[in-house]
């Protein structure tokens, strides 16, 4: 139901609704194969993905490939809100199955007039006077049980407009002599070997009981994707340490640890959105629920919010560019007092379908019920599959190869009980986009790969590089500060500000680390770790040593079990924003000429790469056992960056691409859509459609307060109850012999109250 778009090229800009009308008769053909499209579609569908049903979409349809085939969305959302979040009785709390089983598309109702925007159209063409009797469709394969088909009565963008294909797949007989539009909704997305996402839409003509002709078009839903670091951050995510995970459930007094939580989550907020000011964009700090104790015991708070899921995306071509759903994939940890049935996953992840799951963002969970995670000495056993262990790289292209929207990565050790539930990673191999990458993460203590890289924007040909953690140089640096005779000074330094209630910071001195078999331990498997993980980057995505951004992290294997954790906040594990300043824990080392010794030699190796720092106080709060990206979470403008579906090597001349027929002449502008008016309640605005490479026939109008229609008309009086609300206006203009034009344009993100 994602209302959200991209428009990026002219033949992006197509509306897919209205181009074939009038322009191909079918005439009657002789008994085809099924497998084989005839010359002459019957139906099609937007196989060349430019965002348009035309004539170029006729070559190849029959049959999907990576290169060029239709696409759907897995309608997983909740556009009205109207999934229940506690049983009906009020009382009994839901399990995580059923939390999960309710969306979009486990009806068989468009919801919404938002929810129009999610169906991909197919367009069974008019036919002649008198050449057949009837239309059936027919869906093939093993996806016929995973879509639900809508046929199109009316404008098509309100939900009044659809009605579910009949069971009998016979299309209204009033409708065949002007062609048929269709909207294909997924059910679920690919989870394993059972399905490979595809979809066979078949139209058969029949002229009384006989068969005069087939025609079909092939159709794949769209891949799960991760976002990327890339993307600039709109809201940030820590947990709130106040509120119970379960709806409506009554905790108890707080314990001293929990109050600890919040006193130090505070201050560590702060400075987040110290840091939201310096980003000066529209970026927001929420805190989701985090309590627990409503299942198997405990009532302490869960402040890993980067572990208990991995924000993603879904998208398909559109008439703006790119129709997108955004993501909230629940990570496959166990909880660990409660690992079986219907009730497998970490409590805190819940958040995925109470809090985040609504309008234009679905909730996503898989796992095997009988997958139980080895036992690892000293480590928690669920730890793998924390989603701490999963990110990506963003936007490359290397070897021939291009990865518009990045690859995933994850840390494990194929064959060995150090990894995630192999359902899950199976799950995210089978997308058959963002090839996952995997590193090594084993000789961490926690097993996760921001303990030791994060992704930052950077002034170079990729945009971004990686941060990387560098054990040597920490080490190096405090030696030197150990030969400069200040050995005997505390490595972590308090500065002005005495600890919170109930902690005490560490005693170790700049000689004791300098001195310590742990430290040298730490700081020898740490460099070997991290320098394989990178290797493998390195190969797989063409960065270079001169890309890499090492930054000083002291690693220690205090334990003696050959994994190491850090001595003091780990830099590396960073919160990359999207935008020039990114979020480093405070590092509270020694001072040299006034300045933190590990600050300063961060700052000057990210000025370098145009990155600025805001330092976040997070050590009381982490305790050391994970830092800043441990305890958050974000969601992300996934409007920036490329299509997906342009992965791969580029076609060139000789390999088999199809030779399609050139598309309509579509609408260009020469000065686009503007706004004017006063953004303030009680007031009116008004869009100016702009000017365009040819005079438009009919304008058409729809203004949006989020996702809610409020009005069609090119004038608009903004009201009270939209304060708070992303106001938008459609503009859709046709004339014939073009392809309808459609373009959006954001009025603003809150009217001002009187």
């Not at 010359?39 to 349809?61: E, H, M, Q, Y």
């Not at 190796?605 to 009381?620: C, H, I, K, M, P």
Request: charged content about 20%; proline content about 6%; some cysteine.
């Amino acid at each position: 139901m994602s209302t959200r778009s991209r428009s990026r090229r002219c033949s992006g800009a197509l509306l897919a609704t209205a181009v074939l009308g009038a322009g191909l008769a079918v005439t009657a053909v002789g008994p085809s194969s099924a497998t084989a499209a005839s010359d002459t579609p019957l139906v099609l569908a937007d196989t060349n993905r430019d965002g348009a049903i035309t004539t170029a979409d006729a070559a190849g349809r029959g049959t999907w490939t990576k290169q060029r085939g239709a696409l759907f969305l897995a309608n997983l959302d909740d556009d009205q809100q109207t999934c229940p979040v506690i049983g009906a009785d009020g009382t009994t709390q839901l399990t995580d199955v059923q939390l999960a089983s309710c969306n979009d598309a486990a009806d068989d109702a468009v919801n919404g007039d938002s929810d129009a925007l999610d169906l991909a159209r197919v367009r069974v063409l008019p036919v002649g006077a008198g050449a057949v009797d009837s239309v059936r469709v027919e869906l093939r394969g093993v996806g016929a049980a995973k879509v639900n088909v809508f046929v199109r009565r009316g404008g098509g963008d309100a939900a009044d407009d659809w009605t579910p294909l009949p069971a009998h797949g016979m299309l209204p007989a009033d409708l065949l002599g002007t062609g048929v539009e269709l909207g294909v909704e997924g059910t679920d997305i690919i989870r394993d070997e059972s399905w490979d996402g595809t979809v066979t839409v078949r139209v058969v003509h029949r002229a009384g009981a006989r068969q005069v002709a087939t025609d079909q078009v092939e159709l794949r839903v769209a891949p799960l994707l991760f976002v990327t670091d890339r993307m600039p951050i709109e809201k940030l995510y820590m947990a709130d340490n106040a509120t119970s995970v379960y709806e409506g459930a009554t905790m108890p007094e707080p314990t001293a640890g929990t109050i600890r939580s919040q006193r130090n989550g505070d201050a560590l907020a702060a400075d987040f959105l110290a840091g939201m000011d310096r980003i000066q964009d529209d970026v927001e700090l929420v805190k989701l629920p985090s309590m627990q104790g409503a299942r198997g015991g405990g009532n302490g708070t869960d402040i890993w919010t980067q572990d208990i899921m991995e924000p993603g995306l879904m998208s398909i071509p559109s008439a703006s560019g790119e129709q997108q759903m955004r993501v909230f994939v629940r990570a496959p940890v166990r909880d660990g007092r409660d690992n079986a049935g219907s009730n497998p996953f970490r409590q805190t992840g819940r958040v995925v379908f109470t809090e985040l799951r609504g309008p234009d963002i679905a909730g996503v969970q898989h796992f095997d019920p009988a997958y139980v995670p080895a036992t690892i000495p000293g480590m928690s056993y669920d730890s793998r599959g924390s989603t701490g262990n999963y990110g990506t790289v963003p936007a490359y292209e290397h070897d021939g190869e291009s990865f518009p929207l990045g690859r995933k990565v994850l840390g494990a050790v194929p064959g060995t009980g150090f990894t995630a539930d192999p359902a899950f990673n199976e799950m995210l191999d089978r997308q058959g986009f963002q090839d996952p990458i995997v590193v090594d993460t084993s000789w961490l203590s926690v097993g996760h790969i921001d303990e030791f890289m994060s992704v930052v924007p950077a002034d170079n040909d990729r945009g971004w590089t990686v941060v990387a953690a560098d054990p040597r140089l920490a080490l190096d640096l405090l030696t030197e500060l150990d030969d400069a005779g200040r050995g005997g000074e505390t490595l972590y330094t308090p500065y002005d500000a005495a600890p919170v209630e109930g902690n005490t910071p560490p005693t170790m001195t700049v000689a004791e680390a300098v001195a310590s078999p742990a430290i040298a331990s730490g700081t020898a498997i740490g460099h070997a770790g991290v320098n394989r993980a990178l290797s493998v980057l390195k190969r797989e995505t063409g960065l270079t040593e001169d890309d890499i951004v090492r930054v000083p992290v002291l690693y220690t294997d205090a334990r003696g079990l050959g994994r190491v954790g850090v001595q003091i906040p780990n830099a590396a594990n960073l919160i990359g924003t999207g935008h020039d300043v990114v979020f480093i824990p405070t590092q509270h080392t020694p001072a040299v000429d006034g300045e933190d010794l590990f600050q300063a030699e961060i700052e000057k190796r990210l000025a370098e790469v145009g990155t600025d720092v805001q330092w976040a106080e997070d050590y009381f709060y982490t305790s050391r056992s994970g830092q800043i990206h441990c305890v958050t979470n974000a969601l992300r403008d996934t409007t920036h960056g490329a299509a997906w579906w342009t992965e791969g090597a580029s076609a060139t001349p000789g390999t088999g691409t199809p030779t399609v027929p050139a598309p309509l002449v579509i609408f260009s502008h020469v000065v686009r859509p503007t706004v004017q008016g006063k953004f303030r309640v009680g007031r009116t605005v008004r869009i100016d459609v702009g000017l365009y490479n040819a005079t438009p026939e009919t304008v058409s109008y729809r203004w949006y307060a989020g996702t809610k229609v409020i009005g069609t008309k090119a004038a608009q009086k903004l009201k009270r109850k939209w304060v708070g609300k992303r106001i938008r206006v459609k503009v859709t203009v046709t004339k014939r012999g073009y392809a309808p034009y459609t373009s959006v344009t954001t009025v603003g993100k809150r009217p001002l109250r009187k």
